[in-house]
């Protein structure tokens, strides 16, 4: 049976994969990283991150929260 995270866990996840993008030699090394210091699937972080990612990109405008702006939650 797959594990479920809080929300809350899986927000900050993103918000840390999407702020620190650009510390890491690719977008796969970030997720590692930001997995196992939060202790998460790999998979699951990637999943959630690149759906967060294009729904961003299919509407800038779209009303779910913005994984950057923590007030958005």
Known sequence: MPKQYPQELKD???????????????KTETIRVISERLNISHESLRLKSALSLFARELDPGHAIADPLDPDSF
Not at 12 to 26: E, K, Q, T
């Open 12 to 26: 900050r996840a993103v918000r840390l994969v999407l702020g620190h993008r650009d510390d890491y030699g690719s």
